[in-house]
């Protein structure tokens, strides 16, 4: 009898988590990617982040037409643009509400390959440092840190002050890693898009998922400027040789 080997078959998905922090293009940017990469993502949406998410894209998220809701969002550009991306494939999405405290996310024995909170508020950065887990966004990324699992923090505030530097400290001596939302301009960016996309491919990096998201540092100074001439210096003047 050929032995079917179970735990290969085994869905093992990414949970992304959205908190309420301002930068929800940053979240969408970070799903098309895992999607396009074949990943599975278990999606936990927190309750504020709807309101962000309203706010910053006029779509309101909803628990009972999730589907039809995350196409209408991950769809749509970073400049607010709708159908920017044409309709996507979620299929192999699977949504759980922020105060399901019994979902799957919630325990070790769930299995996922580990968990992007993207962007992460400093309100969501307290609770998972102080393991306060008051919803399942902030439960998941406990047991996710617990499980030696990777955990990726994209926070997106400034300034930042003591107290939240201090939380970010723990979360990083805990395994985390914490990645500001801070995009660089040495890609060649000529959209913002292009900047929302450095950050979401900066968080799969650390994820170790492959995508396409920017062009990568070559070492050759320059080359990300658009209709930047090769040979010159950083004043601008000829380079010589």
């Not at 723990?170 to 000529?190: H, I, K, N, Q, R």
Request: aromatic residues 6%; charged residues 20%.
């Amino acid at each position: 009898m050929e032995h079917v080997n179970v735990h290969s078959q085994q869905r093992t998905p990414w949970i992304v988590g959205v908190s309420g922090a301002s930068g929800t293009p940053y979240a969408a940017a970070v799903l098309r990617a895992l999607l396009a990469a074949g990943e599975s993502v278990d999606l936990v949406v927190s309750r504020a982040s709807r309101l962000t998410l309203l706010d910053e894209t006029g779509i309101a998220f909803r628990d009972a037409h999730w589907q039809e809701d995350l196409r209408t969002w991950l769809a749509r550009g970073a400049d607010g643009k709708p159908d920017t991306f044409g309709a996507l494939d979620v299929s192999d999405v699977r949504h759980w509400a922020a105060g399901d405290l019994a979902a799957g996310p919630s325990s070790g024995s769930y299995p996922v390959q580990g968990m992007l909170i993207v962007p992460a508020s400093t309100a969501c950065v307290a609770g998972v440092a102080l393991g306060l887990s008051k919803d399942l966004l902030q439960r998941a990324a406990s047991v996710t840190l617990k499980e030696r699992r990777k955990l990726v923090v994209a926070v997106r505030e400034t300034p930042l002050n003591g107290q939240t530097l201090g939380h970010l400290v723990t979360l990083d001596e805990a395994g985390a890693v914490v990645l500001p939302a801070s995009p660089a301009f040495y890609a060649g960016a000529t959209h913002i898009q292009d900047l929302v996309d450095f950050v979401a491919g900066r968080v799969l990096d650390a994820a170790g998922v492959p995508h396409g998201l920017y062009r990568r540092w070559e070492g050759e100074l320059g080359s990300g400027r658009p209709g930047a001439e090769r040979g010159r210096d950083l004043e601008g003047g000829p380079r010589e040789d």
